[in-house]
């Protein structure tokens, strides 16, 4: 059942998550020296099997901006990887319809 066309799509939780980083407009992935990476930060379908691949890329970048001189490295960590894990994320959903 399609339901009532008129009517805006109620999306479950996931989904709306998933719309959310798919738009660049999700939560931020941290708060003081806590900081979610992986599917914790940006869980997509498995459509393109890059889940795993973007959860190691994270692991990669966080640490060199852990090692370096960037003054916030949690923000900078977010800012350099949300357009991949953007693209990423709606490329699977684009498979999925
Ligand atoms: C069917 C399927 C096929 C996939 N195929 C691919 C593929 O081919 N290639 C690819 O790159 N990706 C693939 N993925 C995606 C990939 O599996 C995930 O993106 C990846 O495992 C995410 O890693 P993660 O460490 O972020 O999270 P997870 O692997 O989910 O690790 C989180 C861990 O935290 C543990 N945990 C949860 N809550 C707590 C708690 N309160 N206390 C302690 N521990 C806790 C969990 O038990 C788990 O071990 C696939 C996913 C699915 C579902």
């Not at 992986?38 to 890059?50: K, L, R, S, V």
Request: with cysteine.
């Amino acid at each position: 059942m399609e339901g009532d066309p008129r009517r805006p799509r109620q999306r479950r939780p996931h989904q709306q998550h998933l719309v959310r980083v798919a738009a660049g407009r999700g939560p931020p992935w941290h708060r003081g020296r806590t900081v979610l990476i992986g599917d914790a930060a940006h869980a997509c379908p498995p459509t393109i099997a890059q889940g795993a691949a973007m959860c190691l890329e994270d692991a990669a970048v966080l640490a060199e901006l852990l090692t370096g001189r960037t003054p916030d490295p949690l923000a900078a960590f977010h800012a350099r990887r949300l357009p991949r894990v953007r693209a990423v994320v709606e490329a699977s959903i684009q498979l999925c319809r």
